[in-house]
């Protein structure tokens, strides 16, 4: 098949594939017959860019392979089964990395031009810098005692420092949280305090309340008053008593977790329902240190593409699916339009400029 109908200055390329972005076609894969090197070009009619992807056909399977033994920590990853942390990260990205820049670019460094920190060998395209950063996130901490997962206590810190992260004394915590992983993790690890996306509740000196003391409270409050006397019945969400408040984001969603199981959900201000966010606030607390250690990763690595934002929501879909590997519940499918998966659709909110 060729690009010819599509564009002139894509001319005779020969079609191998697409790159797909929440299940649809982002970019497709082309190849130069005269060349053999690999371009990813927008998927719209007609395509402005391409963008250099790997030196040949046979390249781009092997780096794709590789990125699939990373997932499946096989091959040259199988060092890396029952390791987790910081460590496990780094060796992982080094190993993921360097499949990368082994393949034969040319003399001429096509495709490695792109600019990036020293101790890259090479600069790489935007698509493998993205999956040599973000991928071996996932490595950052295995089980959790009865959690999803066993966040260390300095994983937060080191993203958001010191100053950053709240921790809880268990004279904070409602007697209505009752899930003792919960109620350790809290204590033990705390919320990240200082991240763009989510902000705990209330402050240092204020202890954790359930949605019924909240919602009693917003009722009392001069500031929110008017919600409540404008003669509109506002039910609160089943076992309000049994739900605990932990934060709120940008996007005006309350952040909850069942005091009883510990899952986590997030519900409208004065809203009744209630949707999954997390599986636990392990996994809450993962998506939000991913989001920051993205975001530090951001302008070094240029994760978005070279010249403009052309890549931004392939960085979005690869950090859905680090979250999806740790956490089968924050990306479960959407069930109808007014189902709402909140780190899906707000990591891919590039209008809003979230990474």
């Given at each position: 098949?060729?690009?010819?109908?599509?564009?002139?200055?894509?001319?005779?390329?020969?079609?191998?594939?697409?790159?797909?972005v929440e299940g649809q076609t982002a970019h497709h894969i082309v190849r130069d017959?005269?060349?053999?090197?690999?371009?990813?070009?927008?998927s719209y009619d007609p395509p402005d860019e391409m963008y250099p992807l790997a030196p040949s056909a046979e390249a781009l399977r092997r780096m794709s392979a590789a990125v699939s033994d990373l997932d499946a920590l096989r091959g040259p990853f199988s060092g890396l089964r029952g390791?987790?942390?910081?460590?496990?990260?780094?060796?992982?990205?080094?190993?993921?990395?360097?499949?990368?820049t082994g393949e034969d670019w040319g003399s001429d460094g096509w495709g490695l031009a792109a600019e990036g920190p020293e101790e890259w060998v090479h600069g790489l395209p935007p698509v493998w810098r993205i999956q040599a950063c973000v991928k071996p996130l996932a490595l950052i901490a295995g089980p959790g005692r009865g959690l999803r997962m066993d966040l260390a206590?300095?994983?937060?810190?080191?993203?958001?420092?010191?100053d950053g992260v709240r921790r809880f004394t268990p004279g904070d915590l409602p007697e209505a949280l009752t899930h003792a992983p919960t109620r350790r993790f809290l204590t033990e690890v705390g919320l990240p305090s200082d991240v763009p996306l989510f902000y705990p509740t209330g402050s240092e000196d204020d202890p954790l309340c359930t949605v019924a003391e909240h919602r009693a409270a917003s009722a009392r409050d001069p500031r929110l008053r008017r919600h409540f006397?404008?003669?509109?019945?506002?039910?609160?969400?089943?076992?309000?008593?049994?739900?605990?408040?932990l934060g709120g984001t940008p996007q005006d969603v309350d952040v909850v977790v069942d005091g009883r199981t510990g899952e986590v959900h997030w519900t409208s201000f004065l809203g009744d329902d209630l949707t999954a966010m997390n599986a636990d606030i392990s996994t809450l607390v993962f998506a939000l240190w991913m989001y920051g250690t993205v975001e530090a990763l951001e302008k070094p690595y240029a994760l978005k593409g070279d010249d403009t934002d052309s890549h931004y929501h392939f960085l979005a879909d690869t950090m859905v699916g680090v979250l999806e590997s740790v956490d089968p519940v924050a990306c479960l499918p959407e069930t109808g339009p007014e189902d709402y998966r909140y780190w899906p659709e707000v990591w891919h909110d590039e209008a809003g400029g979230v990474l």
């Open positions: 098949m060729s690009l010819r109908e599509v564009c002139p200055r894509v001319a005779g390329m020969d079609v191998l594939g697409d790159l797909l017959p005269e060349t053999g090197r690999v371009y990813a070009t927008e390791r987790f942390g910081l460590g496990a990260v780094k060796e992982a990205a080094r190993l993921l990395s360097s499949a990368f206590a300095d994983v937060l810190t080191n993203i958001f420092g010191a006397e404008d003669g509109t019945s506002h039910p609160v969400i089943p076992d309000a008593d049994r739900f605990v408040l």
